[in-house]
C-alpha cells in the first residue's frame, strides 16, 4: 500500500514539471515572433521605396513639373547644403543658374528637345556637367563632377561642392565690403577683422603694430542712436592726415562673442551738417522778417513761427510754442480782434476750413480789414508733405497811400472836368490814362470807360473818323513814340461838320503826351499854320 502511494507522487511530479516546461516554451516563441515583426516594421520605415535605391552615388532629381517627387542621398544633401528659401525645384535652379547662364530657357524646350547636355566652365579647376531628359512626363535632372562623386568619409561631393562655392562667396564678400567688420569675445579682444578694418586701422593706430588679438580703433560713441530709427552707435574716428571719418556701427551678439558692422557715413554727416547751418541761417531769416510766418503740418498743428507773427497776431509766445491746431490760432486771434468780426460765428469757421482748403491748394489769398482800423494780407501757400504756411502782412501804411493815391486822382480827374479844353493823357507806350468831360463832349466818345483798351492808335483812328484829312495824327504818334527832348507844337483841325479846332500836343515827364483840343470862334482869323515838331512856326 505505501508503494503505490509512492508511484502515484512520482508520476504527479513529472506531469508538473512538464507543463512548466510547455508554458515556457510558449512564452519564448512568442516573444521572439514579436521582436521578429518590430524588428521587420522598423526595417521598413528606414528603408523607404526609391526609384534610385540601386544607385545611390549619383546626384539625381526626378521633378514632376516642379514637383520633387524622388532624389538620391546626394541630391538631397545638396538641397539641405543649399542656404536659399522656397521650393526644392526654385532652390536647386538658383544655385545652378550661375554655373549655367541657358540653363531656364534651354529647360523651357525640353519638351522639344527631349533631353540636354550643359558643361560649366570650371571654377576652382572643377568642372560641372548637367543633364536632364524627359520620361514618361516626369523631368530627370543628373548633375556630375567629372573629378569623382564620393568625398572621403561618404561625404557628398555636389553638397560639398555647395558649400565650398558659398563659404567662397562670404569670404570675398566680407573682403571687399567698405564696411568695417570685426568679432569681439567676451573680454573684449578682435578675434577677427576684415581687410577694410585692417587698413583703417593701419591708417589710425601708426605708432602700433598690428598684433593680434587686434587693438580696437573705436573709442566712446557720439550718438547712441542715428537720426533714424533702426541705427547703431555713430563713432567719430580722427585720421592721421587731421581728417575725420564717421561710422555708424552696429552690434549682434552669437553667445557670448559680439560681431560688429562700421558703414561708413561721411557723405551723411556733411548732408546734416549742411542741412544743420541752412535751417539756422533760415531761421535768422526769417526771424528778421517783416511778414509773420506760421507753419503748420499735415495735422494742421503750428510746427513753427517766427517773431513778427507773434507781433501781428498779438498771440503768446508761450501759447504758440504749445503746439495749437489752425483753428485754435484763428479763434485766439479772433478774440483779440486780430480777424475781420464775423456776423455769423457758424459761417465764420465753415469760411475758416474753406480757407484751410484754398490754402491747401495755393489759392488762398485776401486782404483782411480789422476791427481796429489795420488791413492785413494773408496768403496760404501749400508745403510738401501735406504742410500748410501763412503769411500775414500788414499793408496798412500801403492802404493809405492807396485809398491817398486814389483821392488824389480822384480830386485831379474833378478838376481836369472843370477845364474847357478838351484834354486826354497818354503814356509813353500810347496808354490812354486819362481824359475829361471836355474831350467825351467834343469827340462824342469817352474812352475812360474802358481803358485798357483805350491806346492812341484806337483812339487816334477815332479823330481821323471824324475829321478832314490831314497830317497831323501820323505826326502824332510818331512824336508821342520819340525819345529824348521834345517840344510842344499846335495845329489846326477841321471836324466833318465844318468847325475849327485848334489842337496843342505837350510832352509831359515820363515821356507821357498830353493832347488838348479847343474849338476855334469861327469870327477869329486863323493864328497858325502847322508845321512838324520843332519847326512850328508863329504865323
Same mark, same amino acid.
Given at each position: 500500500?505505501?508503494?503505490?502511494?509512492?508511484?502515484?507522487?512520482?508520476?504527479?511530479?513529472?506531469?508538473?514539471?512538464?507543463?512548466?516546461?510547455?508554458?515556457?516554451?510558449?512564452?519564448?516563441?512568442?516573444?521572439?515572433?514579436?521582436?521578429?515583426?518590430?524588428?521587420?516594421?522598423r526595417?521598413?520605415?528606414?528603408?523607404?521605396?526609391?526609384?534610385?535605391?540601386?544607385?545611390?552615388?549619383?546626384?539625381?532629381?526626378?521633378?514632376?513639373?516642379?514637383?520633387?517627387i524622388?532624389?538620391?542621398?546626394?541630391?538631397?544633401?545638396?538641397?539641405?547644403?543649399?542656404?536659399?528659401?522656397?521650393?526644392?525645384?526654385?532652390?536647386?535652379?538658383?544655385?545652378?543658374?550661375?554655373?549655367?547662364?541657358?540653363?531656364?530657357?534651354?529647360?523651357l524646350?525640353?519638351?522639344?528637345?527631349?533631353?540636354?547636355?550643359?558643361?560649366?566652365?570650371? %571654377?576652382?579647376?572643377?568642372? /560641372?556637367?548637367? !543633364? &536632364? *531628359?524627359?520620361?514618361?512626363?516626369?523631368?530627370? @535632372?543628373? $548633375? #556630375?563632377?567629372?573629378?569623382?562623386?564620393?568625398?572621403?568619409?561618404?561625404?557628398?561631393?555636389?553638397?560639398?561642392?555647395?558649400?565650398?562655392?558659398?563659404?567662397?562667396?562670404?569670404?570675398?564678400?566680407a573682403?571687399?565690403?567698405?564696411?568695417?567688420?570685426?568679432?569681439?569675445?567676451?573680454?573684449?579682444?578682435?578675434?577677427?577683422?576684415?581687410?577694410?578694418?585692417?587698413?583703417?586701422?593701419?591708417?589710425?593706430?601708426t605708432?602700433?603694430?598690428?598684433?593680434?588679438?587686434?587693438?580696437?580703433?573705436?573709442?566712446?560713441?557720439?550718438?547712441?542712436?542715428?537720426?533714424?530709427?533702426?541705427?547703431?552707435?555713430r563713432?567719430?574716428?580722427?585720421?592721421?592726415?587731421?581728417?575725420?571719418?564717421?561710422?555708424?556701427?552696429?552690434?549682434t551678439?552669437?553667445?557670448?562673442?559680439?560681431?560688429?558692422? %562700421?558703414?561708413?557715413?561721411? /557723405?551723411?554727416? !556733411? &548732408? *546734416?551738417?549742411?542741412?544743420?547751418?541752412?535751417? @539756422?541761417? $533760415? #531761421?535768422?531769416?526769417?526771424?528778421?522778417?517783416?511778414?509773420?510766418?506760421?507753419?503748420?503740418?499735415?495735422?494742421?498743428?503750428?510746427?513753427?513761427?517766427?517773431?513778427?507773427?507773434?507781433?501781428?497776431?498779438?498771440?503768446?509766445?508761450?501759447?504758440?510754442?504749445?503746439?495749437?491746431?489752425?483753428?485754435?490760432?484763428?479763434?485766439?486771434?479772433?478774440?483779440?480782434?486780430?480777424?475781420?468780426?464775423?456776423?455769423?460765428?457758424?459761417?465764420?469757421?465753415?469760411?475758416?476750413?474753406?480757407?484751410?482748403r484754398?490754402?491747401?491748394?495755393?489759392?488762398?489769398?485776401?486782404?483782411?480789414?480789422?476791427?481796429?482800423?489795420?488791413?492785413?494780407?494773408?496768403?496760404?501757400?501749400p508745403?510738401?508733405?501735406?504742410?500748410?504756411?501763412?503769411?500775414?502782412?500788414?499793408?496798412?501804411?500801403?492802404?493809405?497811400?492807396?485809398?491817398?493815391?486814389?483821392?488824389?486822382?480822384e480830386?485831379?480827374?474833378?478838376?481836369?472836368?472843370? @477845364?474847357?479844353?478838351?484834354?486826354?493823357?497818354?503814356?509813353?507806350?500810347?496808354?490812354?490814362?486819362?481824359?475829361?468831360?471836355?474831350?467825351?463832349?467834343?469827340?462824342?466818345v469817352?474812352?475812360?470807360?474802358?481803358?485798357?483798351?483805350?491806346?492812341?492808335?484806337?483812339?487816334?483812328?477815332?479823330?481821323?473818323?471824324?475829321?478832314?484829312?490831314?497830317?497831323?495824327?501820323?505826326?502824332?504818334?510818331?512824336?508821342?513814340?520819340?525819345?529824348?527832348?521834345?517840344?510842344?507844337?499846335?495845329?489846326?483841325?477841321?471836324?466833318l461838320?465844318?468847325?475849327?479846332?485848334?489842337?496843342?500836343?505837350?510832352?509831359?515827364a515820363?515821356?507821357?503826351?498830353?493832347?488838348?483840343?479847343?474849338?476855334?470862334?469861327?469870327?477869329?482869323?486863323?493864328?497858325?499854320?502847322?508845321?512838324?515838331g520843332?519847326?512850328?512856326?508863329?504865323?
Open positions: 500500500m505505501p508503494s503505490f502511494d509512492l508511484d502515484n507522487n512520482e508520476e504527479a511530479g513529472v506531469t508538473w514539471v512538464l507543463q512548466i516546461e510547455l508554458v515556457f516554451l510558449a512564452l519564448a516563441t512568442a516573444g521572439a515572433a514579436l521582436v521578429a515583426m518590430i524588428w521587420l516594421e526595417r521598413q520605415r528606414r528603408a523607404p521605396v526609391s526609384v534610385f535605391a540601386e544607385d545611390t552615388s549619383a546626384t539625381v532629381f526626378l521633378f514632376d513639373g516642379e514637383t520633387l524622388d532624389s538620391t542621398p546626394g541630391a538631397r544633401a545638396l538641397l539641405a547644403a543649399i542656404p536659399a528659401q522656397g521650393t526644392p525645384w526654385a532652390r536647386l535652379m538658383g544655385w545652378l543658374t550661375p554655373h549655367f547662364a541657358e540653363l531656364e530657357p534651354r529647360l524646350r525640353l519638351a522639344l528637345d527631349g533631353a540636354l547636355t550643359m558643361t560649366a566652365a570650371p %571654377a576652382n579647376g572643377q568642372a /560641372l556637367h548637367l !543633364q &536632364a *531628359e524627359l520620361r514618361g512626363g516626369l523631368t530627370r @535632372v543628373v $548633375l #556630375t563632377d567629372p573629378s569623382h562623386q564620393i568625398a572621403p568619409g561618404g561625404q557628398d561631393m555636389m553638397a560639398m561642392r555647395a558649400m565650398e562655392e558659398e563659404i567662397a562667396l562670404l569670404r570675398e564678400t573682403a571687399r565690403s567698405s564696411a568695417l567688420i570685426w568679432k569681439e569675445r567676451a573680454n573684449g579682444d578682435v578675434i577677427w577683422a576684415n581687410n577694410a578694418y585692417m587698413l583703417r586701422a593701419a591708417e589710425v593706430l605708432n602700433q603694430d598690428l598684433t593680434w588679438p587686434l587693438p580696437h580703433i573705436f573709442g566712446e560713441p557720439v550718438v547712441t542712436r542715428g537720426p533714424t530709427k533702426g541705427e547703431g552707435k563713432y567719430r574716428l580722427g585720421l592721421a592726415d587731421g581728417d575725420e571719418a564717421w561710422y555708424d556701427v552696429v552690434t551678439e552669437s553667445g557670448e562673442e559680439k560681431l560688429h558692422f %562700421a558703414t561708413p557715413i561721411d /557723405l551723411l554727416v !556733411q &548732408a *546734416e551738417t549742411a542741412l544743420r547751418d541752412f535751417m @539756422v541761417t $533760415l #531761421t535768422k531769416t526769417i526771424a528778421n522778417l517783416h511778414v509773420g510766418l506760421a507753419i503748420f503740418d499735415k495735422h494742421r498743428l503750428l510746427l513753427s513761427f517766427n517773431s513778427a507773427f507773434v507781433d501781428l497776431t498779438g498771440l503768446p509766445a508761450d501759447f504758440l510754442t504749445m503746439r495749437p491746431s489752425l483753428l485754435s490760432v484763428l479763434d485766439g486771434m479772433r478774440d483779440r480782434n486780430m480777424i475781420p468780426e464775423p456776423k455769423d460765428y457758424r459761417n465764420w469757421r465753415r469760411q475758416l476750413m474753406e480757407m484751410e484754398a490754402a491747401a491748394s495755393g489759392l488762398y489769398e485776401e486782404t483782411w480789414s480789422l476791427p481796429g482800423g489795420q488791413t492785413y494780407r494773408v496768403i496760404g501757400r508745403h510738401p508733405n501735406g504742410a500748410l504756411a501763412l503769411m500775414f502782412e500788414d499793408i496798412s501804411s500801403e492802404m493809405i497811400r492807396t485809398r491817398r493815391f486814389r483821392a488824389d486822382l480830386i485831379g480827374q474833378s478838376v481836369l472836368d472843370q @477845364v474847357k479844353e478838351a484834354i486826354a493823357v497818354f503814356t509813353s507806350a500810347g496808354q490812354l490814362v486819362m481824359s475829361n468831360e471836355a474831350y467825351a463832349e467834343l469827340w462824342g469817352n474812352p475812360a470807360a474802358n481803358l485798357a483798351e483805350a491806346t492812341l492808335r484806337s483812339v487816334s483812328n477815332t479823330w481821323r473818323e471824324r475829321c478832314s484829312p490831314t497830317q497831323v495824327w501820323s505826326d502824332l504818334e510818331d512824336f508821342a513814340a520819340q525819345t529824348g527832348a521834345r517840344s510842344a507844337w499846335n495845329a489846326d483841325l477841321r471836324l461838320d465844318g468847325r475849327m479846332v485848334e489842337a496843342r500836343f505837350v510832352p509831359l515820363g515821356g507821357a503826351t498830353m493832347t488838348g483840343y479847343r474849338l476855334r470862334d469861327a469870327a477869329a482869323a486863323p493864328k497858325a499854320v502847322f508845321m512838324k520843332a519847326e512850328l512856326k508863329r504865323a
